[in-house]
């Protein structure tokens, strides 16, 4: 895996940005995020969770730049379904085409065969793809730290407060956590892959919880394969998973969620 992946996706978004500017007009494209404000709660759904009701987003996931296709022939809105079922209490859609084979259609689509809140998880670098995830029918947005400067961050928080979304925001370092929190994001996802070189150690988030601030909801993600992985997390007090990989390949993504939980 190159050591540049990241920037190399970031790329691809500033064109991705720019070619949809081209189509619809971002103050064309807020006028419609705004009329929009009615959500499900994402946050709602982490809030309260404990080492008796743990916390599932189970992410519609077709492929990986590190792990290749996972799921090429996955429905999303029968997955979307099926988790539901399953237990999971909230939905993550990779959204991003050129890296993870995804789509908003599919977050529109699995989100109109559920009633569970829906994160839209791509790698957002401009106000205007916050207005996109508003138009597509998302309840929250991925904010990854590594990729906007600490400005951004706070306006993109910002942002998201007023159309009604709540953020997930990702970290990996410590010093992406003090970001955060100087951002004043609540709902801290601890990423256990580095996105620059996409390798993955599960003992991330378990080392890093322990910094988070009081009121902060931590969700782990990345690299969770088992009920024992979720374990391991329990005891370091983290009560909110969200996990992509092991659910997609699974043959039967209600049977999973279900031994997970």
Same mark, same amino acid.
Request: proline share 2%; aromatic share 4%.
């Given at each position: %895996?190159?050591?540049?992946?990241?920037?190399?996706?970031?790329?691809?978004?500033?064109?991705?940005?720019?070619?949809? /500017?081209?189509?619809?007009?971002?103050?064309?494209?807020?006028?419609?995020? %705004?009329?929009?404000?009615?959500?499900?709660?994402? %946050?709602? &759904?982490?809030?309260?969770?404990?080492?008796? #009701?743990?916390?599932?987003?189970?992410?519609?996931?077709?492929?990986?730049?590190?792990?290749?296709?996972?799921?090429?022939?996955?429905?999303?809105?029968?997955? &979307?379904? &099926?988790?539901?079922?399953?237990?999971?209490?909230?939905?993550?859609?990779?959204?991003?085409?050129?890296?993870?084979?995804?789509?908003?259609?599919?977050?529109?689509? &699995?989100?109109?065969?559920?009633?569970?809140?829906?994160?839209?998880?791509?790698?957002?670098?401009?106000?205007?793809?916050?207005?996109?995830?508003?138009?597509?029918?998302?309840?929250?947005?991925?904010?990854?730290? /590594?990729?906007?400067?600490?400005?951004?961050?706070?306006?993109?928080?910002?942002?998201?407060?007023?159309?009604?979304?709540?953020?997930?925001?990702?970290?990996?370092?410590?010093?992406?956590?003090?970001?955060?929190?100087?951002?004043?994001?609540?709902?801290?996802?601890?990423?256990?892959?580095?996105?620059?070189?996409?390798?993955?150690?599960?003992?991330?988030?378990?080392?890093?919880?322990?910094?988070?601030?009081?009121? #902060?909801?931590?969700?782990?993600?990345?690299?969770? #394969?088992?009920?024992?992985?979720?374990? /391991?997390?329990?005891?370091?007090?983290?009560?909110?998973?969200?996990?992509?990989? @092991?659910?997609?390949?699974?043959?039967?993504?209600?049977?999973?969620?279900? @031994?997970?939980?």
């Amino acid at each position: %895996m190159a050591n540049d992946i990241l920037q190399t996706i970031v790329a691809q978004k500033k064109r991705e940005v720019e070619t949809a /500017r081209k189509r619809l007009g971002e103050q064309d494209l807020c006028d419609l995020a %705004m009329q929009l404000k009615a959500k499900r709660g994402f %946050m709602q &759904a982490l809030a309260n969770n404990g080492p008796d #009701q743990i916390g599932v987003i189970a992410e519609v996931k077709r492929a990986s730049p590190s792990k290749g296709t996972i799921n090429a022939h996955l429905n999303p809105a029968d997955y &979307a379904a &099926a988790c539901e079922r399953g237990g999971a209490v909230a939905l993550s859609v990779l959204t991003d085409h050129s890296f993870f084979q995804g789509s908003l259609d599919d977050l529109t689509s &699995a989100r109109q065969s559920i009633h569970l809140p829906v994160l839209r998880k791509d790698f957002l670098i401009s106000a205007y793809q916050i207005y996109e995830s508003a138009v597509a029918g998302a309840d929250a947005v991925l904010l990854i730290v /590594r990729i906007l400067s600490q400005q951004q961050l706070v306006d993109y928080l910002g942002l998201c407060g007023e159309l009604g979304l709540d953020a997930l925001v990702e970290v990996h370092t410590e010093q992406d956590l003090e970001t955060a929190s100087t951002a004043g994001a609540r709902l801290i996802g601890i990423n256990n892959r580095n996105l620059k070189t996409f390798e993955t150690d599960v003992g991330t988030a378990v080392s890093m919880v322990g910094r988070l601030e009081e009121g #902060q909801i931590p969700v782990a993600a990345s690299g969770i #394969q088992s009920r024992r992985d979720i374990d /391991r997390n329990l005891n370091a007090g983290i009560y909110n998973f969200l996990i992509g990989e @092991s659910i997609a390949r699974a043959a039967n993504p209600e049977t999973f969620v279900r @031994s997970l939980i």
